[in-house]
């Protein structure tokens, strides 16, 4: 069965995503800005969603996570929640 890895920071407003997501382009650590923006619970985790299949995820984030490449910073993305940066740390 397929799996996935993957860390995200969700935010209330597509404005504030793409601001953070230029923080860590410019070098900002992926898990500190989770900490200090996510709304999501994983943010004590770094924005770390642990292993997960297909399915398990509303269907925006779940074909970002399943069709993206491992490594690349996705978002913002769009779901019932919020805006979502996406780094998708493993697959198999």
Not at 58 to 74: H, K, M, R
Not at 80 to 91: A, N, P, V
Request: aromatic content about 8%; charged content about 20%.
């Amino acid at each position: 069965m397929a799996w996935a890895t993957a860390r995200h920071i969700l935010v209330d407003t597509e404005e504030r995503c793409n601001e953070i997501k230029a923080e860590i382009e410019g070098g900002l650590d992926f898990g500190e800005a989770a900490q200090a923006n996510s709304n999501c619970p994983s943010k004590a985790q770094g924005g770390d969603l642990g292993k997960f299949g297909p399915g398990q995820m509303v269907p925006e984030f779940d074909q970002a996570i399943f069709s993206g490449d491992v490594g690349v910073l996705y978002g913002p993305i769009q779901t019932q929640f919020g805006y979502h940066l996406i780094d998708i740390t493993g697959r198999g």
